[in-house]
T-cell receptor, first 115, second 113 residues
Framework: DAGITQSPRYKITETGRQVTLMCHQT?????MFWYRQDLGHGLRLIYY???????DKGEVPDGYVVSRSKTENFPLTLESATRSQTSVYFC??????????????FGPGTRLTVL | AQSVTQLGSHVSVSEGALVLLRCNYS??????LFWYVQYPNQGLQLLLK??????LVKGINGFEAEFKKSETSFHLTKPSAHMSDAAEYFC???????????FGEGTQLTVNP
C-alpha cells in the first residue's frame, strides 16, 4: 500500500528556473491539496483539486501552477522560482466527503531551496 | 475571517507530566476540528477529530481533546507525556464542505527526561 508519495524529497534550484514537484496517491481519493510549510505560518494552502480537471486557488497561489489530468497525480509547478518560495511543500489527499469531516492524508514532503 | 490560533509555539514538559496544547478558533459558526501531529522529517498524520456528538474525543497514542463551544476551544491533552510524543502539533478546522482545512501555526512539543 504505497499511499501518497512525493518526489523529489529534496530539491535545490536557482532563481528564475522552472521546478515541478510531483505528488501521486494510490487511494483514488477525489481531493488533493498542496501546502507550503514555513516557520511561524503553519501550513498554508496553495491549490487544491476536487477531481481530475478541477482545480482551485487556496490561500497563497501566486507563482504556482497546478494541473490534474489524472485522479492519482497532482503536480505543482513553480514557473519562475523565487527565493521566497524556499519552503517545505506537502501534498495531501482525501476522499472528499461533502460534510467537511474528511481526514486528509499527507505525503512526506519536498524540501525546496531556491538560491 | 475564520481562523485557528494555537497559543504557544513551543511547549516543554517533563516525561510523565501532563501535556496541554491550546487551540482556539474564531468564528460564530463552530467548525469541524482536527489535531494533526508531525514527527521530524515526516508528513502530518491525524491524531483525532471532532465532527458531531460527544465533545470529548479520544485519539491515538493516549491523546484526547475536548470541544468547548462556549470557549471556541479544542485543547489537546495527554495525562502523561512520553519521550516519543516530542513532535509538532497542528490544530485545524473545516468550515466548508470539500475537505478544505485552515491550520493553526503549530506547537512544538519538547519532552524532557
Amino acid at each position: 500500500d504505497a499511499g501518497i508519495t512525493q518526489s523529489p524529497r529534496y530539491k535545490i534550484t536557482e532563481t528564475g528556473r522552472q521546478v515541478t514537484l510531483m505528488c501521486h496517491q494510490t487511494w483514488s481519493h477525489s481531493y488533493m491539496f498542496w501546502y507550503r510549510q514555513d516557520l511561524g505560518h503553519g501550513l498554508r494552502l496553495i491549490y487544491y483539486s476536487a477531481a481530475a480537471d478541477i482545480t482551485d486557488k487556496g490561500e497563497v497561489p501566486d507563482g504556482y501552477v497546478v494541473s490534474r489530468s489524472k485522479t492519482e497525480n497532482f503536480p505543482l509547478t513553480l514557473e519562475s522560482a523565487t527565493r521566497s518560495q524556499t519552503s517545505v511543500y506537502f501534498c495531501a489527499s482525501s476522499r472528499g466527503l461533502s460534510s467537511g469531516t474528511d481526514t486528509q492524508y499527507f505525503g512526506p514532503g519536498t524540501r525546496l531551496t531556491v538560491l | 475571517a475564520q481562523s485557528v490560533t494555537q497559543l504557544g509555539s513551543h511547549v516543554s514538559v517533563s516525561e510523565g507530566a501532563l501535556v496541554l496544547l491550546r487551540c482556539n478558533y474564531s468564528s460564530s459558526v463552530p467548525p469541524y476540528l482536527f489535531w494533526y501531529v508531525q514527527y521530524p522529517n515526516q508528513g502530518l498524520q491525524l491524531l483525532l477529530k471532532y465532527t458531531t456528538g460527544a465533545t470529548l474525543v479520544k485519539g491515538i497514542n493516549g491523546f484526547e481533546a475536548e470541544f468547548k463551544k462556549s470557549e471556541t476551544s479544542f485543547h489537546l491533552t495527554k495525562p502523561s507525556a512520553h519521550m516519543s510524543d516530542a513532535a509538532e502539533y497542528f490544530c485545524a478546522a473545516s468550515w466548508t464542505s470539500g475537505s478544505r482545512l485552515t491550520f493553526g501555526e503549530g506547537t512544538q512539543l519538547t519532552v524532557n527526561p
